[in-house]
């Protein structure tokens, strides 16, 4: 009895409350509107708002005074000395490398981080218009990645993350861009290498979240890289249906690793990793792959169709996203059951 006694408090200080929880207990009418409310409040504090207000306000003024720094020499190019165009940008760089230092908070250092990794692309892109290399455009983005990824491991900051992939995955698209012919292997080359920067940044965000590093759990984080992983594997899985009459061993080859792609997702955020809107996210891209490759089928690979065959397809999309739509309610509803 008295072993029974002790642990019920330790039992109940283990279990995880949040909204969903509070929601699901007033529906079932276990605790009063009331009882409700007041748990809401010690929850999400009504103060609350301030902090993410705060973090909103700092990342816009951040990424505002950025951009003014931009325009500033955009426009007043021919009036600024060389020599001082490149002296007041590494000035900035400097000073956004101090802020990083211990001393200040965590708010101030993440948007000094992000401006000191934007700040070098600033620098390159001066240095570039100053001495004339005629060199291209990847280039430019190849150097401001490799000069800063030191500074984003060393960071430790969701946001200098952010402006690296985004240098990075800039860097991908315009090397495929710049540099070979505009054919089928362009658009697969490309869509797969953009396909591989993101997977290997989710991945490697899911593996370091999970082992409580705190400064990539951030869920915007996982939106941030997922979402344009799931978008260039639906833009090559559409690239190669269309051309669905000339499929080949490399063309198979793409759609198997975009199926695996979409399944390993599927199968992660289902099951190890519970999120329903990530799931939902990978459902819609796969129904959508489906339904055109559907549409490929029934008009035997032609570009145009009859009206009966957009009826059909009306109905199997209706079909499709209703089936999709009710098994992801099924399945929201039992990861809200699961402990």
């Known amino acids: 009895m008295n072993e029974d006694r ?10 995880r409350v949040d909204r969903h929880g509070v929601d699901r207990l007033a529906a079932r009418g276990l605790i009063s509107d009331a009882a409700r409310d007041e748990a809401l409040a010690l929850i999400e504090p009504p103060r609350r708002w301030g902090l993410w207000a705060g973090r909103l306000i700092g990342t816009v003024g951040a990424a ?37 230092f211990p001393g200040f908070g965590r708010q101030a250092v993440e948007p000094a981080a992000a401006a000191a990794v934007t700040l070098v692309g ?41 402006v690296w992939i985004a240098v990075a995955a800039v860097t991908i698209v315009t090397w495929w861009d710049q540099t070979q012919p505009a054919d089928a292997a362009f658009h697969t080359g490309r869509n797969l290498s953009l396909m591989a920067l993101f997977g290997i940044a989710l991945g490697t965000r899911e593996a370091l979240a999970a082992r409580g590093v705190v400064w990539p759990a951030a869920r915007w984080t996982r939106f941030y890289l997922a979402l344009p992983l799931l978008a260039a594997g639906t833009q090559l899985a559409f690239f190669l249906l269309e051309e669905l009459r000339g499929f080949g061993p490399a063309e198979w080859t793409a759609m198997v690793l975009i199926a695996l792609t979409l399944a390993t997702m599927g199968a992660v955020f289902r099951y190890a990793i519970p999120d329903v809107v990530m799931l939902a996210a ?41 089936a999709a739509v009710g098994w992801l309610r099924a399945v929201s509803r039992r990861m809200e059951a699961r402990p």
């Open 64 to 100: 505002l005074v950025l951009s003014g720094i931009v325009y500033f020499f955009a426009f007043n190019w021919n009036a600024i000395p060389p020599l001082a165009k490149l002296g007041a940008i590494a000035a900035l760089i400097a000073a956004s490398c101090l802020a990083v």
């Open 122 to 162: 600033v620098f390159l892109a001066v240095e570039g218009q100053i001495y004339q290399t005629g060199a291209d455009a990847w280039t430019l983005f190849a150097a401001w990645a490799g000069l800063t990824l030191a500074w984003a491991l060393l960071a430790c900051s969701a946001a200098t993350w952010a």
């Open 282 to 322: 990978v459902t819609l891209a796969g129904c959508a792959i489906i339904d055109f490759a559907l549409f490929r089928l029934l008009a035997n690979g032609s570009r145009r169709a009859d009206v009966g065959t957009y009826f059909l397809m009306g109905l199997a999309t209706l079909a499709l996203f209703a």
């Open 6 to 15: 002790g642990a019920g408090p330790m039992a109940l200080a283990g279990i």
